[in-house]
């Protein structure tokens, strides 16, 4: 695979134009802190979203189907021939971006999509950013339309902080509400706390396995989750809303800064509307420590 590498002398990242991804870390000369692909076909296949970009609307649209000013459009259902995931086979994260700028400590990346590909409106331009300063990887996305569309980019990377795929991490996520899900994994519409359940990770714990679900945040840049093993610590923060936490692959943990899934079919969730002149920005941070 392509690959443009970044960093400083504590940490080091590769960087994949293949899907934008996020395909490798190391720091502090620890190796192996995200389970990444090794070449196009696994990219493509097997670890399709082992750290790419997903979009232009990540996660899930019930029954392939939604409206936007009166307009229906239809999206491949590539989940079970029910749902769209990650905006089907032809997704951002399956496109070669092209690198606009690059040097030792950042990499610069766009990619244009055209209306109707993959069967969302507007003719829109994509750009991701990402740049190591010291300890930390900075990642920031940016995107326009010339027609009304949905844009909600998310970075999906699995974390091996631990070098042993999911095992020896530990987890906390500064939230205290999530969305429950149907059998076939779309909100239901309601907002639920998370004390009692499976998903109140508010103290640092060994998370549940089962977790596949969006956790709900306050809109504005500052802490979201923290991973933990026996010698490295990762801290989170971004200013998407939501945060996606995937947990039931033994290949790692996915964290996933977005917005709540499925939100053209919620009124009551963040929008993921982008009108022409208007601008999609999303911005995240991932610190690294060793204990």
């Given at each position: ?114 209306d109707g590909e993959g069967g969302f409106p507007g003719n829109r ?167």
């Open positions: 695979m392509d690959i443009r590498k970044i960093g400083s002398d504590q940490l080091q990242v590769e960087i994949s134009p293949l899907g934008a991804r996020l395909n490798a870390v190391t720091y502090d000369g620890i190796a192996g802190l995200l389970d990444g692909p090794k070449t196009r076909e696994d990219a493509l296949g097997d670890k399709k979203f082992n750290g790419p970009i997903c979009g232009p609307v990540a996660n899930r649209i019930d029954g392939g189907l939604a409206s936007i000013d009166g307009q229906e459009y239809s999206f491949e259902r590539n989940e079970g021939g029910i749902t769209t995931l990650h905006s089907g086979t032809s997704g951002v994260h399956a496109k070669d971006w092209s690198v606009e700028a690059h040097d030792n400590s950042f990499v610069a990346l766009s990619l244009a999509l055209r331009v994509l750009t991701a950013k990402f740049e190591v300063i010291e300890n930390t990887l900075r990642v920031g996305f940016e995107a326009e339309t010339d027609a009304p569309t949905w844009m909600n980019l998310a970075l999906h990377p699995y974390w091996t902080l631990a070098r042993a795929g999911r095992e020896g991490q530990k987890m906390q996520v500064f939230s205290d509400r999530y969305l429950p899900l149907t059998p076939e994994k779309i909100p239901t519409g309601e907002i639920a706390d998370v004390a009692g359940t499976y998903f109140d990770l508010r103290e640092m714990a060994v998370p549940s396995t089962k977790i596949d679900s969006n956790f709900c945040r306050e809109p504005v840049f500052g802490p979201a989750a923290v991973v933990e093993t026996d010698d490295l610590r990762m801290e989170v923060e971004t200013d998407a809303p939501g945060l996606q936490v995937f947990t039931q692959k033994a290949q790692g943990i996915a964290i996933e800064p977005q917005h709540w899934p499925d939100a053209m079919h919620h009124d009551h969730f963040p929008s993921i509307r982008l009108d022409p002149g208007a601008r999609y920005t999303q911005n995240s941070s991932y610190r690294f420590t060793r204990l």
